[in-house]
């Protein structure tokens, strides 16, 4: 079976207990990120934490962000969004981009779209080759591993709600004069593509989920569960990241 068919996308949470369990995770979340950087405890550095979000249009990838950053400081957290690549980004190769968003020793990033763009959409839409996207697996899993080498702690969250429920989300923000823009002829192109992409993350999911730098699929069907579950899964992540402080390189 393949591993979208395999989420559970009937979990849900009430309104009272996403609030009650948000609150508690920001306290913990917000703590951990001072220790993190060296400002609470001991002073020293932990590890390096990238999270990076990935999933269908409408899948409450926006949501899950605000309510992992709404806790921290903002001089304490880096949100880096990515579109499709300008032309001057097309003339190098693809990661180059996305090198300056990664954090470093101390740092905490949250990247709003990924490298994994070369395996998703470019494969699916044509914009790379047959040969380029296939090459991509290799040297993606090479170049995080070179950065988990070096400290780095990959959360990777692929966000995954139905073709029905992208539906009545996608009408929804057509009638909501305040989230209309948000919504593109080219989503509702790619719905028409949907076996394509399926067929493309699961690929992405089999070929890039490794051993230092793990894949969580996130059952996003209720939004409200889906923020609670990327929150404390990223906690756990920074808890780990705390745990690597001695091999900091001096």
Same mark, same amino acid.
């Given at each position: 079976?393949?591993?979208?068919?395999?989420?559970?996308?009937?979990?849900?949470?009430?309104?009272?207990?996403?609030?009650?369990?948000?609150?508690?995770?920001?306290?913990?979340?917000?703590?951990?990120?001072? !220790?993190?950087?060296?400002?609470?405890?001991?002073?020293?550095?932990?590890?390096?934490?990238?999270?990076?979000?990935?999933?269908?249009?409408?899948?409450?990838?926006?949501?899950?962000?605000?309510?992992?950053?709404?806790?921290?400081?903002?001089?304490?957290?880096?949100?880096?969004?990515?579109?499709?690549?300008?032309?001057?980004?097309?003339?190098? !190769?693809? #990661?180059?981009?996305?090198?300056?968003?990664?954090?470093?020793?101390?740092?905490?990033?949250?990247?709003?779209?990924?490298?994994?763009?070369?395996?998703?959409?470019?494969?699916?839409?044509?914009? =790379? $080759?047959?040969?380029?996207?296939?090459? =991509?697996?290799?040297?993606?899993?090479?170049?995080?591993?070179?950065?988990?080498?070096?400290?780095?702690?990959?959360?990777? &969250?692929?966000?995954?709600?139905?073709?029905?429920?992208?539906?009545?989300? &996608?009408?929804?923000?057509?009638?909501?004069?305040?989230?209309?823009?948000? #919504?593109?002829?080219?989503?509702?192109?790619?719905?028409?593509?949907?076996?394509?992409?399926?067929?493309?993350?699961?690929?992405?999911?089999?070929? $890039?989920? $490794?051993?230092?730098?793990?894949?969580?699929?996130?059952?996003?069907?209720?939004?409200?569960?889906?923020?609670? &579950?990327?929150?404390?899964?990223?906690?756990?992540?920074?808890?780990?990241?705390?745990?690597?402080?001695?091999? &900091?390189?001096?």
């Amino acid at each position: 079976m393949d591993r979208l068919d395999e989420v559970d996308l009937s979990l849900k949470l009430s309104r009272a207990a996403q609030a009650e369990r948000l609150e508690k995770g920001g306290e913990k979340l917000a703590e951990l990120r001072l !220790h993190l950087g060296g400002l609470k405890g001991d002073g020293k550095l932990g590890r390096p934490v990238c999270v990076l979000l990935e999933g269908w249009d409408a899948s409450g990838k926006g949501g899950a962000i605000k309510r992992l950053v709404a806790p921290v400081d903002l001089r304490h957290v880096r949100v880096a969004q990515f579109a499709a690549p300008s032309y001057d980004e097309k003339r190098h !190769h693809y #990661l180059d981009r996305f090198v300056q968003a990664l954090p470093g020793w101390g740092g905490m990033a949250i990247l709003d779209r990924t490298w994994y763009g070369r395996v998703l959409v470019e494969r699916v839409e044509g914009f =790379a $080759t047959r040969k380029q996207w296939q090459r =991509a697996y290799d040297e993606i899993n090479d170049f995080e591993r070179i950065q988990a080498a070096e400290g780095t702690v990959f959360v990777k &969250f692929w966000m995954h709600i139905s073709k029905q429920e992208q539906l009545k989300r &996608f009408k929804r923000r057509q009638n909501d004069p305040l989230k209309a823009w948000k #919504l593109t002829d080219e989503d509702w192109r790619n719905r028409e593509k949907w076996p394509q992409y399926v067929k493309a993350v699961e690929e992405m999911l089999a070929r $890039t989920d $490794t051993e230092w730098a793990p894949w969580t699929i996130v059952p996003a069907e209720s939004k409200r569960y889906a923020r609670v &579950f990327v929150m404390e899964h990223v906690i756990e992540a920074m808890r780990r990241a705390l745990r690597g402080r001695a091999t &900091f390189p001096r």
